[in-house]
């Protein structure tokens, strides 16, 4: 019998965990933390071995696969006696892999997957296509395979889990771009996080398909030490000779083996010029799939993108209060801001990753009128923005942000959460702080 040990007990391995039991293997699920009590009677259910706020490396040893965490490094010492014993160290994304018949969309990129993923599936499902989404996005892949499979499955896929595959074998991959993040695990060397988006297309060949960001200058140097060979089809706002998706004054064009299809800006519903090259990236991947033509319009009219991505909450006095809480880098915060014509009032700060705030100044002279921070330690953002933008705050309570911003604001004014930062010092998580945000400013609308 086929031993598997799940390291980490988070949804993907939760999911790995009850994938490998129906298909008949002796699972043991070993969790450094504690495990929730709802997983937990599901494994006693089920039979399956586990254990909590510990690693037994003996009973890991006895594995014949370990899926890990995409969480934890293989630089991870307890990951390194494994690999160095000779044992094979997966992701959850690899192992479901090996049970799925369907074809394989993959996205990646810094910022923009999400969008992306949830475009793309809503794009082929609006054009009558089987198709279903994860990776990142809702259930693990592994567990939605315990019940159902689909003939096209759009996952959304990040540098973490691209570490653990071998013999992943996406039909289509997207790369939307690379810039600075999560340094801390890769050397703080750009090159060695780009190299790993990249390792996506290593198993791909003819007749699979790559899309990528033609003008990103950091995955033009990467895909040149490229291992595979898909058939490129590269996007850009400009179009040039081999550009396959570009846009031509007032139209988004996209182009597939000889076919051009075309579609007016003004009826999407993303808008700002990074959602223009998300749209770009997913109209390029449904078609590629097969997606009628004809279905594509509607789809981008009726698509609805997910909670803290650029969400507009409530307008307050003539006040527009903005979401975007996933922006938690500077890549993503830049995009946020650059896509409001209107004064704005900014709310940011948290973790800092290494963030180089001047990377922004473009988008906040004469742009920003107000900076909010809300962190605990507020002293880089005050002091890269102080003289750069007239009145600067800050605070460790989201609902003292928000009133400011609307004591402080004015009709025509919008409010932007796009912290730069990740959410560690004050909230859960992005989520929470977009919560908190979202709560806050729909209990001022009520007063």
């Known amino acids: 019998m086929q031993k598997t040990a799940i390291i980490g007990s988070g949804e993907s391995g939760f999911g790995a965990a009850l994938l490998a039991h129906k298909n008949g293997h002796e699972v043991f699920v070993s969790d450094a933390g504690k495990i929730s009590t709802e997983k937990k009677n599901t494994y006693l259910e089920k039979g399956i071995a586990f254990e909590e706020e510990q690693h037994s490396l ?10 890990k965490s ?7 010492p307890l990951i390194e006696k494994l690999l160095s014993s000779g044992k094979r160290v997966i992701d959850e994304l690899e192992f479901a892999y090996g049970f799925s018949r369907g074809k394989v969309i993959a996205i990646t990129g810094t910022n923009g997957k999400t969008t992306t993923t949830l475009l793309t599936h809503h794009l082929m499902r609006a054009a009558g296509m089987d198709a279903g989404i994860g990776g990142n996005v809702g259930q693990s892949w592994a567990l939605q395979l315990t019940n159902e499979d689909h003939d096209w499955w759009v996952l959304e896929v990040s540098s973490f889990q691209i570490e653990g595959f071998e013999n992943f074998r996406p039909k289509i991959a997207v790369l939307l771009n690379i810039t600075p993040d999560h340094l801390d695990r890769y050397k703080y060397d750009l090159s060695l996080y780009a190299a790993t988006k990249v390792k996506l297309t290593a ?18 140097a990467a895909i040149r030490k490229m291992q595979g060979s898909p058939e490129l089809f590269p996007f850009d706002l400009a179009g040039g000779p081999d550009t396959k998706s570009f846009l031509r004054e007032n139209e988004l064009v996209v182009k597939t083996h000889e076919e051009s299809w075309s579609w007016s800006l003004e009826n999407m519903a993303l808008k700002g010029r990074h959602n223009q090259l998300n749209t770009m990236a997913a109209l390029l991947a449904a078609r590629l799939a097969g997606a009628d033509p004809l279905s594509l319009g509607e789809g981008l009219k009726s698509f609805v993108n997910a909670a803290h991505r650029m969400e507009s909450v409530a307008t307050i006095r003539g006040i527009l209060f903005v979401n975007d809480s996933k ?3 500077v890549d993503a915060t830049a995009f946020a801001l650059e896509a409001f014509d209107a004064p704005l009032i900014w709310i940011a700060g948290g973790v800092d990753k290494g963030n180089d705030y001047g990377l ?3 988008q906040i002279t004469n742009h920003v009128r107000i900076l909010i921070c809300l962190g605990k330690d507020n002293e ?4 890269a923005f102080s003289g750069k933008i007239p009145e600067i705050l800050e605070t460790q309570n989201m609902a003292q942000a928000i009133q400011w911003a609307l004591e402080k604001g004015v009709a025509g004014d919008v409010v932007l959460l796009s912290p730069a930062c990740a959410s560690f010092d004050l909230f859960k998580n992005y989520e929470d702080r977009g919560n908190q945000f979202k709560a806050g400013v729909l209990k001022l609308k009520q007063e």
């Open 203 to 220: 198993k791909m060949a003819g007749g699979d398909q790559f899309i990528f960001h033609e003008a990103d200058t950091n995955i033009s």
């Open 58 to 67: 003996e009973k890991l040893m006895d594995a014949d696969t370990l899926i």
């Open 380 to 383: 880089k953002l005050k002091k």
């Open 360 to 362: 922004l100044e473009d």
């Open 327 to 329: 922006g938690t880098n």
């Open 70 to 76: 995409p969480g934890i490094p293989f630089s991870n």
